[in-house]
Structure formats: C-alpha cells, structure tokens
Antibody, heavy 122, light 113 residues
C-alpha cells in the first residue's frame, strides 16, 4: 500500500530555512500529485503546495514567496523548503498524496504521512 | 480563498446516539460539468494524521464503516455518525478540493457524553 514518511530537522531558529523530505513507498512518485500540508498547534490544516513528477508546482499564495517544492524521481522523494521561518511556522508538517489525480482531475488528499513537528524558537 | 466554516466547534454525544457535524463553504463546491460536490471529510485522532472518510460529499472511502455518511450540496454539507462508538472520538475536518488553494474547516471535536 502507499506509505509516506516525512524527515527533517525538528527545531529551527528564526530566519532559518525549513527543509523536509517525504519518502514515498508502495507506488511510483510519477503516478500522482504530491502535496505538503501543515497544522499549527490548535489551528486548522493549511495547504502549502503540490508537485507533479514533471516538476510542475503550485503554492498557496499565502506562502508562495517563501516556498519551494522539488521532486527526486530516482529516490521516489519530494521535498519542501520554507525560507525565513518565524514562530508562526511552528507546526506539524504532513506530506500527502493528492490535489489532482493522474488524469488531472481534482481529488482529495487520500494518503498522509505521520507528520513531523517543526518548532521555530530562538 | 474559499472559507470553510464548521459547526459546532465541539459536541458531546452519548454512545449509540447520532452525531451531526455541519460544514459551510463561502463558495459553491458543485461543479456543473459533472454535477459533483468537491467536499471531503476527514477524521483525526490524537497523534495521527487525518484519515479520509468521505469524498464527493457522500462517497465513503473503502473500509469506512457505514455509520459514517455525508450529505449536502452547493455550500452546505453534513457529516453524520449514526450510532456513535467509543473509537469515533476524534476531530473531524471538512476539505474543499474544487477551488485553489484547497482549504479546510477549523475542525469539530467529538467526545462521549
């Protein structure tokens, strides 16, 4: 079955760059669109952005100036970079499958990683 | 952005009783070309990622018990748990996946009375 696993540092200082990687297993990363979603403590889930194996991306306008998502098809991984972090970026970060299906039709996020807590503190 | 507003924020229901959660979208989620509502429901238990329960507003994901049902169209949607079980204690979220960016409701916490 499809499995996703986030990895990366859990503690950052303000102004640093958050870097996370999602490793996908059980399916080829070229089969779907892949997204990053975050959940600040006590707040609602927030879509960050997606990537397709071709490198096509889409970012939430609220974060667009600071976000880069990339893909490494040889490793079946995709990654998130979020620059100039502040305490407001403290959240559990999830990678998930979905946004569009392989035919380009909108679909929900149907498989999620366990999530990784990233804390921004001086 | 499409703003998703859930009600109530929390509810306590006795075991075996019905739980009803509402979700209202600021924009219609009904796509006229295929007559589908782009609304999904998720269940999130502590320390776990969200689990997809329902999509297209009323289609249960494989393996989801039939006590979970979804209804509604356009801007107003409902998730119903027909007979609450202890394992249903969780936070439930709605998601709209028609408009960019995708947006979630604030969540509804379901507890046992």
């Amino acid at each position: 079955q499809v499995q996703l696993q986030e990895s990366g540092p859990g503690l950052l200082k303000p102004s640093e760059t958050l870097s996370l990687t999602c490793t996908v297993s059980g399916v080829s990363i070229s089969s779907s669109y892949w997204s990053w979603i975050r959940q600040p403590p006590g707040k609602r889930l927030e879509y960050i952005g997606y990537i397709y194996y071709t490198g096509s991306t889409n970012y939430n306008p609220s974060l667009k100036s600071r976000v880069t998502i990339s893909v490494d098809t040889s490793k079946n991984q995709f990654s998130l970079n979020l620059s100039s972090v502040t305490a407001a970026d403290t959240a559990v970060y999830y990678c998930a499958r979905g946004y569009f299906d392989s035919s380009g039709y909108s679909n929900p996020f149907d498989n999620w990683g366990q999530g990784t807590l990233v804390t921004v503190s001086s | 952005d499409s703003v998703m507003t859930q009600s109530p924020d929390s509810l306590a229901v006795s075991l075996g009783e019905r739980a009803t959660i509402n979700c209202k979208s600021s924009q219609s989620l009904l796509y006229s070309l295929n007559n589908k509502n782009y609304l999904a429901w998720y269940q999130q238990k502590p320390g776990q990622p969200p689990k997809l329960l329902i999509y297209w507003a009323s289609t249960r994901e494989s393996g989801v018990p039939d006590r979970f049902s979804g209804s509604g169209s356009g801007t107003d949607f409902t998730l119903t748990i027909s007979s609450l079980r202890a394992e249903d204690v969780a936070v439930y979220y709605c998601l709209q996946y028609l408009h960019t960016p995708r947006t979630f409701g604030q969540g509804t916490k379901v507890e046992i009375k």
